[in-house]
């Protein structure tokens, strides 16, 4: 269990690195803010794998500058409101944008 937890982070970190890859060749922001943002990014997710009520794998994850957005799709609102709760709470967040949209 501990295996696959660490590997399922693992995942989400690579992917991570790989989706937001290209941020700072377009001069969005530093590579330190960068690096920082992808640490958000990769906090949030994993936070989204820990918690039962938020599908992980429905909800996208952006960060940039600390601002986060949250776009996607969830089954109600409650999952909607826990998946901006834990954005807000990882450590570096500013702000969160819940462009999430419920679906049942």
Same mark, same amino acid.
């Given at each position: ?5 660490? +590997?399922?982070? @693992? ?11 290209? @941020? ?15 640490? /958000?990014?990769?906090?949030? %997710?994993? %936070? ?10 429905? /909800?996208?994850?952006?960060? +940039?500058? $600390? ?7 969830? %089954?109600?609102?409650?999952? %909607? ?8 709470? @990882?450590? $570096? ?6 462009? /999430?949209?419920?679906?049942?």
């Amino acid at each position: 269990m501990k295996h696959a937890r660490a +590997l399922a982070f @693992a995942a989400l970190a690579g992917l991570t690195v790989l989706t937001t890859g290209c @941020a700072v060749t377009r001069n969005q922001e530093t590579v330190g803010a960068y690096v920082d943002d992808t640490a /958000i990014t990769t906090a949030v %997710k994993a %936070k989204f794998v820990d918690d039962t009520t938020v599908s992980a794998s429905a /909800i996208s994850v952006e960060t +940039l500058n $600390g601002t986060v957005q949250l776009s996607g799709f969830a %089954k109600s609102a409650t999952e %909607k409101a826990q998946a901006e709760r834990l954005a807000r709470d @990882a450590k $570096g967040v500013r702000e969160v944008r819940n462009n /999430i949209v419920v679906r049942p």
